[in-house]
């Protein structure tokens, strides 16, 4: 987790990261690029740290919403906790105690209240 976190951190400035939830196996991640600077995030994190990934790309509000709900409830389907915010983890899990990363997260979706996480929660 904090080798994952460390190089997230010096590869932020390339791209805006909006959830993450690291598995003992396996990653997601929901960014948004900056400019032209995927190729360079991909390089710098993706490739250099995981091999190969399987990426999509995201063309709308509908599926964003499906995207988002879906990488935080990935150790509720994994049987390792009952809420979102319980898993160790993710950034919602820092985002909902108030610890921050050593980056930004851009949380497009919205979480400050208990609404969002009832709505993240719910299978």
Same mark, same amino acid.
């Given at each position: 987790? *904090?080798?994952? $976190? +460390?190089?997230?951190?010096? +590869?932020?400035? &390339? =791209?805006?990261?909006?959830?993450? =939830?690291?598995?003992? %196996? #396996?990653?997601? $991640? $929901?960014?948004?690029? !900056?400019? %032209? ?5 991909? /390089? ?9 990934? %399987? ?8 599926? &964003?919403? @499906?995207? @988002? *709900?879906?990488?935080?409830? /990935? ?6 906790? /009952?809420? =979102?915010?319980?898993?160790?983890? +993710?950034?919602?899990? @820092?985002?909902? !105690? ?9 949380? !497009? ?6 609404? !969002? &996480? #009832? ?5």
């Amino acid at each position: 987790w *904090k080798s994952c $976190l +460390s190089k997230l951190s010096k +590869s932020c400035d &390339l =791209v805006d990261i909006q959830s993450f =939830v690291l598995m003992n %196996n #396996h990653y997601h $991640l $929901l960014f948004r690029a !900056k400019e %032209n600077n995927i190729q360079k995030f991909l /390089n710098c994190f993706i490739f250099s740290y995981f091999g190969d990934s %399987n990426m999509e790309v995201i063309r709308s509000n509908r599926y &964003l919403r @499906y995207t @988002y *709900k879906y990488i935080y409830q /990935n150790p509720i389907r994994a049987n390792l906790v /009952n809420r =979102v915010e319980d898993y160790p983890f +993710s950034s919602i899990h @820092y985002k909902s !105690k108030g610890i921050l990363f050593d980056f930004p997260i851009h949380d !497009k979706c919205g979480m400050a209240d208990e609404f !969002k &996480l #009832h709505w993240l929660n719910e299978v």
